[in-house]
């Protein structure tokens, strides 16, 4: 199946879900009321539900789930950091010297730890009462640390170990949430977006063998080097005490970039429960379980060396994640809202050899104005 067909596949699944959503034949365009208007109308809740309160946003791995009001405007700051040590060949820990010989191969370097940072500026702007516009600058450092092996004529041995860091700008998230449904107290919201080829996928380091230059494996990049479409579905729901919600994602390529290769489709389906904790509706804490299937790298760069270390390999890549998250949003005197959530892996089935994910972190600050 071509990216076309992909794409064209998960925009059609978002319009047969809106589609039952509005069988009952109610106009998705005409007269629907604001979100605020949504929230202060007869949910079940004792009193009005505030616009204000920390649950009616999502949990922070999570964006494109809210909507502003025609002319006002969100400035968000967000960091996120993923740690990631050991190796995986499907489901089961390998040690080094496993992964070094593996399928045959004599790897030169093989990777044991590595953090990917990623610094958001994010910002939404209402444009129509169901429609918000929202781009996301990101800058990324992505670090690696391997174990590098000489091969001795007795076998492979161990040598020491190299650290390489690779940073710059990520590709460019941009587009629109248009809020498709609501009742009394929920929303159904589609993200159409794209992701534009801002990052780099040419920048090089050093041959631990010989000094010479030589590309950052695939894993290292701060892009794809291609478009992708962001099709994405969002519903949540108000109460008295809290919210629920659920939330499906993707990232599609749309072409191969000019290496030759496109990076795997990504499809993410998130759902999520936050709870008030004090009286002043003030600080919420939120638990969310998350599935996340990733294909594997279509196509190959021709130079990279296959034989450097796994993480160059392109078939070595995709598989599936069960993530558990655990965090909490507090609003302050100022309106703001910092968020705070931490992830950490249930299940991790990979393609190949891959690195072992461990923990992420994703704190932020977020203004409306």
Do not use: C
Not at 239 to 260: H, M, P, R, T, W
């Amino acid at each position: 199946m071509n990216a076309f067909s992909r794409t064209i596949r998960s925009y059609s699944l978002i319009l047969i879900l809106v589609l039952s959503a509005s069988a009952q034949g109610d106009d998705l365009l005409s007269s629907l009321p604001s979100f605020k208007e949504m929230l202060q109308a007869d949910s079940g809740a004792s009193e009005p539900i505030s616009y204000d309160r920390p649950d009616t946003h999502a949990p922070g791995h999570l964006m494109g789930d809210h909507l502003h009001s025609p002319g006002s405007q969100m400035f968000e700051y967000k960091y996120m950091n993923m740690s990631m040590s050991g190796l995986l060949s499907g489901d089961d820990n390998i040690s080094n010297s496993t992964a070094q010989s593996f399928g045959g191969a004599d790897y030169m370097a093989v990777p044991t730890k590595m953090t990917m940072e990623m610094h958001m500026m994010h910002y939404m702007v209402g444009w129509r009462e169901n429609i918000t516009l929202y781009i996301m600058p990101m800058w990324v450092v992505n670090t690696m640390e391997s174990t590098t092996y000489m091969n001795s004529g007795m076998g492979s041995m161990p040598m020491g170990t190299m650290r390489r860091s690779n940073g710059g700008f990520a590709d460019l998230p941009f587009g629109g949430l248009w809020r498709l449904k609501k009742n009394s107290n929920g929303e159904l919201i589609a993200n159409i977006g794209v992701s534009a080829p801002t990052g780099d996928i040419d920048n090089q380091t050093t041959n631990p063998m010989n000094g010479m230059p030589m590309e950052f494996p695939y894993a290292m990049r701060t892009g794809a080097g291609h478009w992708r479409a962001l099709p994405g579905l969002t519903y949540k729901r108000i109460e008295d005490n809290g919210s629920i919600g659920v939330q499906f994602q993707s990232a599609i390529a749309l072409d191969k970039n000019g290496e030759g290769y496109s990076v795997g489709d990504e499809y993410r389906l998130s759902a999520w429960k936050t709870k008030l904790v004090d009286d002043e509706q003030r600080l919420a804490f939120s638990a969310r379980i998350e599935s996340l299937w990733r294909g594997s790298i279509q196509g190959v760069d021709s130079d990279l060396m296959m034989g450097m270390s796994p993480v160059a390999n392109a078939s070595f890549s995709g598989g599936n994640w069960i993530n558990l998250g655990l965090g909490g949003i507090y609003t302050l005197d100022s309106g703001a809202r910092l968020n705070l959530e931490f992830g950490i892996p249930l299940y991790q089935h990979v393609e190949g050899i891959q690195m072992e994910q461990d923990w992420s972190l994703a704190p932020s600050w977020s203004k409306s104005f």
